[in-house]
C-alpha cells in the first residue's frame, strides 16, 4: 500500500511558477511510475506528466511540454511537478498517482494509487 500526500499549490499570477510535491509513503517507492493529472471544475482528469521508476524516462501532455518538468527523488520518496510560465488555463486540482508497474503512461487506469490532490488557481 502507498499513500501519497501532494503540497505546494497555491494561487498564482499568469506568467508566475509553483513546484508541486507529492511524498509517498512506503519502501517500494523507487519502484513505482509516477504521474500528475489534473482537473479542472466540470472537467474529465486529465494527464500532465508521468515519469518512470528510475526517473530516466519522462512523458507529458502536449498541453504543458515545454513549461512543466517532472521529476523524483527516489531518496526522499518524492516527486515533483515544477510548472513555469503557467496559464489560467492551467487551473485545476492537482493529483499525483503511483504505478506499482515502473512504466507508466497517460491513462489514469494505469495507476493504483491516488493522493487528495492540491488546488493550484492561476489569475489572468
Known amino acids: 500500500q502507498v499513500q501519497l500526500v501532494e503540497s505546494g499549490g497555491g494561487l498564482v499570477q499568469a506568467g508566475g511558477s509553483l513546484r508541486l510535491s507529492c511524498a509517498a509513503s512506503?519502501?517500494?517507492?523507487?519502484?513505482?511510475?509516477m504521474g500528475w493529472f489534473r482537473q479542472a471544475p466540470g472537467k474529465e482528469r486529465e494527464f500532465v506528466a508521468a515519469?518512470?521508476?528510475?526517473?530516466?524516462?519522462?512523458y507529458y501532455a502536449d498541453s504543458v511540454k515545454g513549461r512543466f518538468t517532472i521529476s523524483r527523488d527516489n531518496a526522499k520518496n518524492t516527486v515533483y511537478l515544477q510548472m513555469n510560465s503557467l496559464k489560467p488555463e492551467d487551473t485545476a486540482v492537482y493529483y499525483c498517482?503511483?504505478?506499482?508497474?515502473?512504466?507508466?503512461?497517460?491513462?489514469?487506469?494505469?495507476?493504483?494509487?491516488w493522493g487528495q490532490g492540491t488546488q493550484v488557481t492561476v489569475s489572468s
Open positions: 498517482a503511483a504505478a506499482r508497474t515502473g512504466y507508466s503512461g497517460s491513462d489514469p487506469h494505469e495507476y493504483d494509487f
Open positions: 512506503g519502501r517500494t517507492f523507487s519502484t513505482y511510475g
Open positions: 515519469i518512470s521508476w528510475s526517473g530516466g524516462s519522462t
